[in-house]
Structure formats: structure tokens, C-alpha cells
């Protein structure tokens, strides 16, 4: 870490012309928070639940996970954690849980494992919901939507863990905010309908960018043709973000398109309300916002959104960083 950067740790994300961002971080285990406050972040966008649970030889029980997911509501309180239920398939395994597909990031994973084992999703939520008894700063986020009935049917089990756990009177539960995950290009199509049925919405840029362009992201041959600067990739999250905005959703994205200081740029120019991103990041984040007046940045994504390829606009992008110091 530059001493150049350290000069960011206690400033605010302010443009120079007075635009305030929001700029929080994603964590999955306790090591991540100490960085994280250290370098100002106001509140976790991103809990990846799955972290501990990838940590241990079998699922932990639901007094495991109500102190592990306690320490991560404590550390931030009053803040906001947004703690994602558990996300694995894909190109996440749990070693007790294998799932052996020929096709995996279009096989069972994210919401799909856990709508088919109830019972998993419960004891998460439940110790979610009990970890964040008198703290209320807990948000909870779905992730690899595809349907509207996948969400209706997380919510519908959210209450009853509110339900059941109030009548138990252990401990003393409060709904907490729900949102999406952007990730599935339907979900993006299919906003407004999804919008009706949350409190937030949540882009993830690194699936949603692989599933836009049919590029896996962890594919090193194909990496050259992934880019959170394809046109398709930024004119679909500026779709998202202007029509949950229409019907007054917050909108974050916690990809790792918010934490590239050029992305990062054009994000705040579309509106977005939070950018959360790995600590590691959020330094140099939080200089460009403040170097970066807002009606410059807006300019500038008014301008390369009507450019055609990926290069053009990073060029650009970077030629105004560069620019700015
Ligand atoms: C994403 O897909 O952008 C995201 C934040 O989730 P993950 O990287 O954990 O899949
Ligand atoms: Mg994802």
C-alpha cells in the first residue's frame, strides 16, 4: 500500500463537484473486516456466506453459523452486512457436498441447490436472523436468480424463519431487507417484475458478464474476450440500475467491475448507489470518485456508450484517469 493511497483511508467518497458514493466491501471471513475498516468501508455489500462453510469438513450447525455470521454483524454494526445465502456450484465446491456436473456454471447452483434442500436455506437463515438479534443492520441477498418464482419462493421461506423464530421468542427477529442478485441475463429482462418483490437489487458483474457474453471467467484461453468494458455489459447494468431506480429500488453492484477504478467511474456516473468491492480495492476506488468531478464522469459515460468494442472504451476511460492524476 502506497503512502500516496494511505491519504485515502479517511476521506469520503465525494466527487469533486460534491456527489457522494457509497462504498462498502466484500468479505467471507473475519480477516477481511479488520482491512476493511481500517480503509473506511461503510458496510459490507457482499458476505459471501459460502467461505466459511468451503472452511470445514462438514456444514456447520446452526449455533456455528449464528456466532461465525455474529462477529461479521458485530464488527460493522450499525452499518449494513449483506450476507448472501449460500452460493456454491459453479466454480464453488464444498468438499462434503460434491457436485459432479459436465456443465456446472449452467448446472445446480446458487438458489437452485438451496429451493431443492429447504432445510439447508432454513438453518442459514435462521442463524442469520438470530446473529442479528438487536443489531438490525442484517440485509439478505439471493444469488443466481434466474425466475421470479425462485425469489417468491426465498422469500416465502424467509418469513416463515422470521415466523417460526418469533413464536420460539429465543431470540427477538425483525424482517430484514431482501434483495436480488443480477447475475442470469433473464434477471435483467425480467427486472421491473423482480423489483416488485424485493427491497434491493444486487448486480453481480462477474457472473453477470460471463452469462452476457458466453465467456467463463475462469477460462484463461477465452480471458482475452472477457471485459466489464463490453458494450453489452454496460449498457445492460445502466438498464438495470435506471429501472429499479424508476420504481425506487437501491441498486449496488459488488463485482469486480466496482472495484476497477475505470468501471468504477462510469458506475457512479450511471447512478449506482453503492459500489462494493474487495478491500483491497478500495483505496484506489475512493481516489478516483474524489478526483473525478461528477459531471465529467457522465460525460465520459455518455460518451463510450456509444462506442462498439470493449478496447475503444477502456482506452478512453483510462486517457481520463490518467488525465486526473
Ligand atoms: C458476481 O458474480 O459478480 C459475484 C459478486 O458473486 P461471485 O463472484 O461470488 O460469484
Ligand atoms: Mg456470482
Redesign the pocket.
Known amino acids: 500500500l502506497t503512502a500516496e493511497l494511505d491519504a485515502y483511508k479517511d476521506r469520503d467518497a465525494v466527487t469533486p463537484d460534491g456527489f457522494a458514493v457509497s462504498l462498502c466491501v466484500n468479505t467471507g471471513l473475519m480477516a477481511d473486516v479488520a482491512r476493511a475498516k481500517d480503509r473506511g468501508a461503510e458496510g459490507v455489500g457482499?458476505y459471501?456466506s459460502e467461505i466459511p462453510f468451503m472452511l470445514r469438513e462438514r456444514f456447520p450447525s446452526e449455533e456455528e453459523q449464528r456466532q461465525i455470521y455474529r462477529q461479521q454483524l458485530e464488527a460493522f454494526a450499525p452499518k449494513s452486512v449483506t450476507m448472501r445465502t449460500l452460493?456454491i456450484g459453479g466454480d464453488k465446491d464444498l468438499p462434503y457436498f460434491p457436485i459432479r456436473e459436465d456443465n456446472p456454471a449452467l448446472g445446480w447452483r446458487g438458489i437452485r441447490v438451496t429451493l431443492d434442500h429447504p432445510e439447508i436455506f432454513m438453518v442459514q437463515v435462521r442463524a442469520m436472523l438470530k446473529a442479528a438479534t438487536d443489531l438490525n443492520n442484517l440485509h439478505i441477498l439471493l444469488p443466481m436468480v434466474t425466475s421470479v418464482s425462485e425469489v417468491e419462493d426465498a422469500v416465502a421461506l424467509i418469513h416463515r424463519a422470521v415466523e417460526e423464530l418469533q413464536e420460539e421468542g429465543e431470540y427477538a427477529v425483525t424482517l430484514p431487507r431482501i434483495g436480488v442478485m443480477v447475475?442470469v441475463p433473464a434477471t435483467i429482462i425480467q427486472i421491473a417484475d423482480l423489483c416488485r418483490l424485493v427491497d434491493f437489487v444486487s448486480i453481480?458483474?462477474?457472473?453477470?458478464t460471463q452469462y452476457l457474453l458466453a465467456v467463463d471467467r475462469n477460462n484463461s484461453r477465452v480471458a482475452n474476450l472477457y471485459s466489464a468494458y463490453h458494450p453489452a455489459v454496460l449498457r445492460a447494468v445502466r438498464y438495470v440500475v435506471n429501472e429499479a431506480h424508476r420504481v425506487n429500488k437501491p441498486v449496488s453492484i459488488?463485482?469486480e467491475m466496482a472495484g476497477d477504478p475505470g468501471t468504477a467511474i462510469l458506475l457512479m456516473a450511471m447512478g449506482f448507489d453503492t459500489l462494493s468491492m474487495s478491500a483491497s480495492n478500495l483505496l484506489k476506488v475512493r481516489k478516483a470518485i474524489c478526483l473525478t468531478p461528477m459531471a465529467q464522469a457522465k460525460a465520459l459515460l455518455e460518451r463510450v456508450l456509444a462506442f462498439d468494442k470493449p478496447e475503444d472504451i477502456r482506452a478512453e476511460v483510462e486517457e481520463e484517469l490518467t488525465a486526473l492524476g
Open positions: 457482499l459471501r452460493d447475475e453481480g458483474s462477474n457472473d453477470l459488488c463485482g
